[in-house]
């Protein structure tokens, strides 16, 4: 059982206050932890997701916990439904902050199987889902003359998982981490910074299930990090929230490794302390 401490003693309420947050892929495990963590933290949360169901679920748990969260149905995808959503947002209250490109998914299946339609699915919804909302928000924020896109690639676009069968999914996070970099050079004269999260080994529902299920799959899972714990949701919301606040104002054009040390180590950590 982990200790909750060695993830955070919780959100500094105000940290994000006024600020106004576009989370897409907010009804997953990830973004709806995170799109609370936003609220939290004082932010207006304009939360999106293209399914329904999930998306209510999180309305539901963060009107709950007191929070206040504006929900869309929203095809990151889609150059219209984005724009539209962040003309929203702008509606309501004339500036948009921060965009927090969550939404995603993918085919994982071996290189050799892949088919061509699994390919291109997988590259339009890694990389399609960061192109269409930033360019959504990006004529607000040179107007403005700030904000900060927050991307979110993933440790397999860094290095290979041998099992995973990640070859499309290494290439849209791939591309995501190399777009955010370009992102980046081209925003800083209107001072949009353009920053990226790679979470590591962090659990989430769809992990859970496999994870309890395989003592093989812990072992490999829980021997990644160089620190004694797999990641939370919760690890990767910490680092968002620097990145979308005034305190990271000199931070563009980097790409966080939200991994425990997985990326700057070579193969399972052996020696541990009992």
Request: hydrophobic residues 40%; aromatic residues 6%; proline residues 4%.
């Amino acid at each position: 059982m982990v200790d909750m401490t060695q993830v955070s003693k919780g959100v500094s309420k105000g940290r994000l206050k006024d600020k106004v947050v576009l989370i897409t892929g907010a009804g997953g495990g990830q973004g709806r932890v995170i799109a609370q963590m936003f609220a939290e933290a004082g932010a207006y949360v304009f939360a999106s997701d293209v399914n329904a169901e999930t998306l209510a679920s999180m309305r539901e748990e963060a009107e709950a916990k007191g929070l206040s969260v504006n929900t869309s149905i929203v095809d990151a995808s889609s150059k219209e439904q984005t724009e539209a959503w962040a003309a929203e947002a702008m509606d309501a209250h004339g500036r948009i902050d921060t965009l927090y490109n969550n939404g995603a998914n993918v085919h994982m299946a071996p290189f050799a199987e892949m088919t061509v339609e699994q390919w291109h699915e997988t590259i339009r919804l890694e990389l399609d889902v960061i192109f269409m909302p930033s360019k959504a928000v990006w004529p607000i924020m040179t107007r403005q003359n700030s904000g900060s896109i927050i991307n979110i690639a993933s440790c397999q676009g860094i290095l290979a998982s041998e099992g995973l069968g990640g070859s499309a999914h290494s290439a849209g996070k791939g591309g995501v981490i190399a777009v955010t970099r370009q992102m980046a050079l081209e925003g800083a004269p209107h001072w949009i910074r353009v920053n990226c999260i790679s979470p590591g080994p962090i659990m989430g529902p769809h992990l859970k299930t496999v994870y309890d299920a395989s003592e093989h799959f812990r072992q490999l899972f829980d021997s990644t990090p160089m620190l004694d714990r797999h990641g939370f949701p919760e690890d990767i919301g910490f680092t968002a929230i620097l990145l979308a606040s005034d305190e990271s104002r000199f931070i563009t054009g980097v790409n966080i490794p939200i991994d425990g040390g997985s990326v700057a180590k070579v193969g399972a950590l052996m020696n541990r302390r009992a």
